[in-house]
């Protein structure tokens, strides 16, 4: 069974930085693209980025190019999200996600 | 960039109606399409993959159906506990998901 479990989210202010990181066991990890998923408080579902299953292929929303770095360590069945230059508006529940299957997500708060 | 459009976004019905929600692909995905339920303050729970595949332990009452770019997900009666909002999301590539804008099912 696929799990996947989220850490690293907290409350931290505007400019400042956060690394999410997500732990996945039940699949090979080295096999499989990732990705990352927000949502917003009351709001619908925003891709946010994508890395292929080495790592060396990477998208990336435009709401976050240049702010956010996805990576992997393939070794340690981690997914990784680095995020720079924080605003408001990245207020949101991050999920990591294997295809369909996502962990529980973890909440990052920006704030004064 | 593939957009993915939802229809309709508010949906009242009564238990035992059947219901059906639309999504549709600006391009074709073929077959990769997901359908989630969220209730509040809870994580999206998939409910239909491959746009048609029913995941583990979701009711058979929940079906879904398409291909290419034009897919439904169908509860066949509903019940109490199907009162949520329901999303697509195209995965056609992990370099670009895209998730329709929701429709939220509410009491009539």
């Given at each position: 069974e696929v799990q996947l479990l989220e850490s690293g989210g907290g409350l931290v202010q505007p400019g400042e930085s956060l690394r999410l990181s997500c732990v996945a066991s039940g699949?090979?990890?080295?096999?499989y693209a990732m990705t990352w998923v927000r949502q917003a408080p009351g709001k619908g579902l925003e891709w946010v980025a994508g890395l292929s299953n080495t790592g060396y292929t990477i998208h990336y929303a435009d709401s976050v190019k240049g702010r956010f770095t996805i990576s992997r360590d393939n070794s340690k069945n981690t997914l990784y999200l680095q995020m720079n230059?924080?605003?408001?508006?990245?207020t949101a529940i991050y999920y990591c996600a294997k295809d369909v299957s996502w962990g529980q997500g973890t909440l990052v708060t920006v704030s004064p | 960039d593939i957009q993915m459009t939802q229809s309709p976004s508010t949906l009242s019905a009564s238990v035992g109606d059947r219901v059906t929600i639309s999504c549709r692909a600006s391009?074709?995905?073929?077959?990769w399409l997901a359908w989630y339920q969220q209730k509040p303050g809870k994580a999206p729970n998939l409910?239909?993959?491959?746009?048609s595949t029913l995941q583990?332990?979701?009711?058979?009452?929940f079906s879904g159906s398409g291909a290419g770019t034009e897919f439904t997900l169908t509860i066949s009666s509903l019940q109490p506990d199907d009162f949520a909002t329901y999303y697509c999301l195209q995965y056609n590539s992990y370099s670009f998901y895209s998730f329709g804008q929701g429709t939220k099912v509410d009491i009539k």
């Open positions: 699949f090979t990890f080295s096999s230059s924080l605003r408001a508006d990245d | 391009q074709s995905i073929s077959l409910l239909i993959y491959k746009a583990s332990g979701v009711p058979s009452r």
